[in-house]
Antibody, heavy 120, light 109 residues
């Protein structure tokens, strides 16, 4: 079965760092771009950026450039999204999703989401 | 950035009736348009890509149409499980990349 499995929910304080993960299985992880999507509470979907695990080529939405870091470890079929200093406004559900068909393409497989709560 | 605008924000329809959801792009995205369904507490699910091609396992009552800047998702006969939030997404080119519409909530009338 083709799937993306994300790490569990996190509760952090402002200023702390965090790295969440997305592990792919059932397909060639290095052959598809993986994107990250933010969904703030009660809000819509926001595309954050994307990585190609085969060579770690990474692109960011202008809205998220410099705010987060996307990385991948192809040896363990895992992509990551990390923050160096969290803010309360980072509280959201974060999804990883496989891009089908190239760097820009529909997202055919989604992770279950990781809820990040940032509160003092 | 390409801005995607969905209308209406909320659509109230009775089960068994047809629902028509609209999505407009601020500039042409050709047919590089997808539709997603999201139910509470769940990840989005791909319904339509290429503006009109149903994804694997999607029932035939879901259909997409349009190209350029105007797109439509039609659900021909609403089932109880279809009441959800629907998002359109353009993926025309890099840059600027991928953008979503703000969503249409489809609710039971």
């Amino acid at each position: 079965e083709v799937q993306l499995v994300q790490s569990g929910a996190e509760v952090k304080k402002p200023g702390e760092s965090l790295k969440i993960s997305c592990k792919g299985s059932g397909y060639s992880f290095t052959s598809y771009w993986i994107g990250w999507v933010r969904q703030m509470p009660g809000k819509g979907l926001e595309w954050m950026g994307i990585i190609y695990p085969g060579d770690s080529d990474t692109r960011y939405s202008p809205s998220f450039q410099g705010q987060v870091t996307i990385s991948a470890d192809k040896s363990i079929s895992t992509a990551y999204l990390q923050w160096s200093s969290l803010k309360a406004s980072d509280t959201a559900m974060y999804y990883c999703a496989r891009h089908w068909g190239g760097i820009v393409g529909p997202s055919d497989i989604w992770g279950q989401g990781t809820m990040v709560t940032v509160s003092s | 950035e390409i801005v995607m605008t969905q209308s209406p924000a909320t659509l109230s329809v009775s089960p068994g009736e047809r629902a028509t959801l609209s999505c407009r792009a601020s500039q042409s995205v050709s047919s590089n348009l997808a539709w997603y369904q999201q139910k509470p507490g769940q990840a989005p699910r791909l319904l339509i890509y290429g503006a009109s091609t149903r994804a694997t396992g999607i029932p035939a009552r879901f259909s997409g149409s349009g190209s350029g800047t105007e797109f439509t998702l039609t659900i021909s006969s609403l089932q109880s499980e279809d009441f959800a939030v629907y998002y359109c997404q353009q993926y025309n080119n890099w840059p600027p990349g991928v953008t979503f519409g703000q969503g249409t909530r489809l609710e039971i009338k």
